[in-house]
C-alpha cells in the first residue's frame, strides 16, 4: 500500500499563488509517474497536470498551461504542483496520485492510470 499526502492547500485571493506538496511513503516513488488531479463541488474529478517518472516531461490541462507547473524531487519522494495567478474557478479538492504503471512510456491524463490517491487539500480562491 503507497499512501500520498497533500499539503499547502488554503484560502488565498484571486491572483495569489499556492504552492501544493505530496509526499509518497514508496521507496519505489522514481519508477512511477504522479499525477495531481482536482474536484469542484458538484464536478467530475479533473486532470491538472502530471510528470514523468524521471521527471525529464510534464503534461497540463490546457487551460492550466502557463499557470501551474508541476515539479519532483526523487530524493525526496515528493511532487508539488505550484500555482499561480489563481483564479476563483480554480477552488477545489486537489488530489496527488500515483500512476499504477512503473516507467511508464510518456504520461497518461486519464484517472483510471493512477492506482493510489491522496486525501485531498481544500483551495479556495476568493475573489
Known amino acids: 500500500q503507497v499512501q500520498l499526502v497533500e499539503s499547502g492547500g488554503g484560502l488565498v485571493q484571486a491572483g495569489g499563488s499556492l504552492r501544493l506538496s505530496c509526499t509518497a511513503s514508496?521507496?519505489?516513488?522514481?519508477?512511477?509517474?504522479m499525477g495531481w488531479f482536482r474536484q469542484a463541488p458538484g464536478n467530475e474529478r479533473e486532470f491538472v497536470a502530471a510528470i514523468s517518472w524521471s521527471g525529464g516531461t510534464t503534461y497540463y490541462a490546457n487551460a492550466l498551461k502557463g499557470r501551474f507547473t508541476i515539479s519532483r524531487d526523487n530524493a525526496e519522494n515528493t511532487v508539488w504542483l505550484q500555482m499561480n495567478s489563481l483564479k476563483p474557478e480554480d477552488t477545489a479538492v486537489y488530489y496527488c496520485?500515483?500512476?499504477?504503471?512503473?516507467?511508464?512510456?510518456?504520461?497518461?491524463?486519464?484517472?483510471?492510470?493512477?492506482?493510489?490517491w491522496g486525501q485531498g487539500t481544500q483551495v479556495t480562491v476568493s475573489s
Open positions: 514508496r521507496r519505489t516513488f522514481t519508477s512511477y509517474g
Open positions: 496520485a500515483s500512476d499504477r504503471r512503473a516507467y511508464r512510456v510518456g504520461i497518461s491524463a486519464a484517472r483510471y492510470d493512477y492506482e493510489y
